[in-house]
């Protein structure tokens, strides 16, 4: 699983999506967000937020 489609599963959890449409949608400028995302992440956070 690559850094951007872990991200865009937990974002679309949370029924945000990467350059979207609606108003709470986050438009994607730097690609190295994805990485950043899941390096503050904790293992226990991103197993409970993709699988739990």
């Given at each position: 699983m690559t850094s951007k489609v872990a991200v865009?599963?937990?974002l679309?959890?949370?029924g945000i999506q990467l350059n979207g449409t609606a108003p709470g949608d986050l438009a994607m400028h730097d690609e190295r967000f994805y990485?950043?995302?899941l390096c503050n992440l904790s293992k226990s956070d991103f197993d409970t937020s993709i699988f739990g």
């Open positions: 865009e599963a937990l679309k959890r949370a990485d950043r995302v």
